[in-house]
């Protein structure tokens, strides 16, 4: 399945309009149209970031990385909700799009191995502040 396929399966699967995703992007709903019929294919990871938090899935899922739609990434937010700071750092990370890939190969860590990594971060980045 191709990038576009999916961000129109997941659109149409959520009941969104064109419309209401291009609004949600801040582009066009011609943009959109030319994302889902792939037409644009190099899509900005600006873009496919806001994507995935509208349809709550990984970014890897949009992007073909992945093929659960849930995946550990709704795992890993349910564990640390109630670490909101430490839910902010995890969906940081993934917003970068190097560290995305490795917190995608060491997606076998259970959601405490990655509470414990991402307590050694948010201190490293509070001592280097």
Not at 43 to 56: G, Q, T, V, Y
């Amino acid at each position: 399945m191709t990038i576009g396929e999916r961000i129109k399966n997941l659109r149409l699967k959520n009941n969104y309009t064109l419309d209401e995703i291009a609004d949600k992007l801040g582009t066009s709903r011609q943009t959109i149209f030319k994302y889902e019929n792939n037409i644009v294919t190099n899509i900005p990871s600006d873009k496919i970031e806001k994507l995935a938090l509208i349809f709550n899935v990984s970014p890897a899922y949009i992007m073909g990385w992945e093929n659960s739609q849930l995946g550990d990434y709704e795992e890993n937010v349910e564990y640390l909700k109630n670490q909101p700071e430490l839910l902010e750092l995890y969906k940081e990370i993934l917003k970068n799009d190097q560290l995305a890939i490795l917190f995608d190969k060491a997606k076998k860590l259970e959601p405490k191995d990655l509470e414990q990594i991402l307590k050694i971060i948010d201190t490293f980045n509070k001592e280097t502040r």
